[in-house]
């Protein structure tokens, strides 16, 4: 049948233009997508919904800018392409999490383990520093309060806060990189 009865058929929206049209291009269609999404499958898929999409759109299709042909390769092309974006959207919100997960496993291992060398040294103070120390870093006091709250004069607590963190810093000597980095935000604090 001659391409401008297909266009017209398919224009006046006969029916009977779509099987026409499907035999005449579908298995050009079906290669072009193909090769693009390279899954039988899904190149099937992709082929039906081109058709339809033609189906949809036919009055938009204009001759006097290019063949019908061209026309349907460029939806068949487009609904390919679309595709494998969205594939890899998918494939990259799969990995997203996953990799989410690995990060957050070795974060919380890696504060597990801080926070346990930490519990370690702070289980070698002598128990007035150390007291003085979980008030001040752990529990939010401030100095002023700690002295009233162990009834100890404001320049014992400090003090007390002084040694503990010397030696805090003896015993802290051959930790990791990234414990020294947490212990030195911890005395930092102090000074601020």
């Given amino acids: 049948m001659h391409q401008g009865i297909l266009i017209e058929l398919l224009q006046e929206g006969n029916r009977k233009a779509i099987p ?8 050009a269609l079906y290669g072009i997508i193909l090769r693009i ?10 082929l039906q ?4 999409k033609v189906w949809q759109k036919r009055m938009m299709y204009d001759a006097t800018r290019g063949r019908l042909y061209t026309w349907m390769m460029n939806i ?12 890899r959207a998918k494939q990259q919100e799969k990995i997203q999490p996953l990799e989410n997960n690995v990060y957050n496993l070795k974060s919380s291992y890696k ?6 060398d ?10 007035k520093y150390r007291q003085v120390i979980e008030l001040a870093y752990f529990q939010g006091y401030t100095q002023k309060e700690i002295s009233e709250k ?4 404001l320049g014992t607590v400090k003090s007390c806060i002084k040694i503990a963190l010397r030696e805090l810093k003896k015993f802290y000597l ?3 990189l990234l414990s020294t980095a947490i212990m030195l935000i911890f005395i930092s604090l102090n000074h601020l």
Wanted: aromatic share 6%; no cysteine; glycine share 6%.
């Fill in 20 to 27: 026409l049209i499907y035999d005449k291009y579908s298995g």
């Fill in 37 to 46: 999404v390279k899954s039988e499958e899904v190149a099937a898929e992709i």
């Fill in 49 to 52: 919904d081109t058709f339809v």
């Fill in 76 to 87: 068949a092309r487009n609904l390919s392409l679309n595709h494998l974006q969205s594939k």
């Fill in 111 to 116: 504060i597990r383990e801080e926070s346990m």
């Fill in 118 to 127: 930490v519990e370690d040294l702070l289980g070698k103070l002598d128990e």
């Fill in 150 to 153: 162990l009834k100890m004069p």
């Fill in 174 to 176: 051959g930790k990791s």
